[in-house]
Structure formats: C-alpha cells, structure tokens
C-alpha cells in the first residue's frame, strides 16, 4: 500500500481527480460541500489494476490552512501534484511543492487537469513550463499526466502510474525503525475513547504495545488498530491506521 498526498493551488481540481480514481469524495463536510473547497483532509482509497492499494490524503489549496495541508503531507511516500491546465502555474502550487521539498516527499506525478477546457498549443505550453519548474529540487517527478474527470481522458494512466511507484518506495521504508504514526486527525468515539488516525512509518504497530506522544512524553497503550476501515491486527508501515488509545485523551495528542 502507498500513501499518496495531493498537493497544488485551490480549485485546481484535487479532491475531483481522488474522486475519479477512486469513487470517493473526499471532501466529508458540508462546509467543504457549501463552499465547493476542501478546508479539511479528506482521505479515500483504491486499487489499481495491478493490485496496488493506494491510500489519499487529500488536502486543502487554499493558503488559508496551509497548517492542515503540512499534516497531511507528513510521513507520506508520494505526492500528487495538481495543476489546472487553464490557470498553469500558481501561487499555492508553489508553496506546496516547498512544503514537500521540506517534508522530505522524494517522489511524485503531476496531473494536469481540466484539459477538456483547453486547446492543445495551451497543454504544450504548460507542459513545457512545469517540466522547466520542476526540474531542479529533491523530488523526483515521474511523469505529467494529462487528465479530464470530464471525460474521463487520463483517470486510468494517472492510477498506473501512481502505482508504479509503490514497490520502489515501499523497500526504502522497510529499512526504518521503530513505528512513528504521523497524526492528522484526533477524536473521541463513544465507548472506546479517544482514537487518532495518521500515515504509519518505520516498522510494525501492534495492538497491546505502547507508544510516546512525541509533545509531552506521555505513554499510551494501542488498543485497537483499524485501516481502511478493518480490524487488524497490527499496522503495517506506510499505511493510514486508526488507532484507538487509553492513557490519553483528546486534549493531550494533537497533529
């Protein structure tokens, strides 16, 4: 399973793309349906052909929650770069490709959408111009994909070539140590307490062990390990696990 981030300026087109791939809109709120925005992380999965799981963290464009979209980005393997064929290259684009030079993200794609609403001259010239941009930095870039949720042009080359990338990062991260869990999310569900859910790295969590929460110190003891929605039981690195806590509440593990 791979962890994949999505990552560009507002409205470009992010959680529609996770949507075609996967089925699923990851935008949960009804502010985020109202305003037609991600203001939250969404998450959402799916297979590709060969197999692979892929596992989104979609994240917010707007330079207003640029601290939400640093927590999704956290611990995860790939990035999804999105730019809108009709606007090109845009402020948050910018910022965002900072923030995963940062983060340490060392592999990406770039999907350029909406170009249903293009001419091809406009998709060469913002081919030419990513490619320019992208050419220096850390992360490498496997590839830009022409896309359209419209038409569907691209959705199925997009998950082929997200996939493609799993088995390299993958091994790379089985040489990690012990368990880190990236938290984005902190809540409290009735009868079982307090549960956060994040991206997995370096090794195994298993139920029954304990973990330290990274702030104050503070013990905590796994009771419960869930991911994708299935009782496991134990996490496996370079996956979204929910993990359901004692020793702590809410008020004492932030993301």
Known sequence: MTV???AGHVDHGKSSLVQAMCGTD????????????????GFAHCTAPDGTVLSFVDVPGHSDFVRTMVSGVSGV?????????????????????????????????????????????????RVEDITRRLSQG?????????????TGDGIPELTVALAALADGVTQRRDELGRPR??????????????VVTGTLEGSELHRGSEMTVARTGRAVRIRD???????????????????????????????
């Open 77 to 125: 393997d790939v990035a999804l770069l999105v730019i809108d064929a009709n606007e090109g290259w845009m402020p948050q684009t910018q910022e965002h490709l900072g923030i995963l030079r940062v983060l340490g993200v060392s592999h990406g794609v770039v999907a350029l959408t909406k170009c249903d609403k293009v001419g091809a001259n406009v998709i060469e010239s």
């Open 138 to 150: 850390p992360v490498r870039w496997h590839g830009i994909i022409k896309t359209s949720v419209v």
């Open 181 to 194: 869990l990236f938290v984005d999310r902190v809540f409290t569900i009735a009868g079982a307490g307090t």
């Open 4 to 6: 994949i981030a999505t």
């Open 26 to 41: 990851p935008d949960r709120l009804a502010e985020e349906k109202r305003r037609g925005m991600t203001i939250e992380l």
């Open 225 to 255: 390990i869930q991911t994708h929605g299935a009782a496991v039981e134990k996490g496996q690195p370079g996956t979204r696990c929910a993990v359901n806590v004692t020793g702590a509440s809410t008020a004492d593990i932030r993301r």
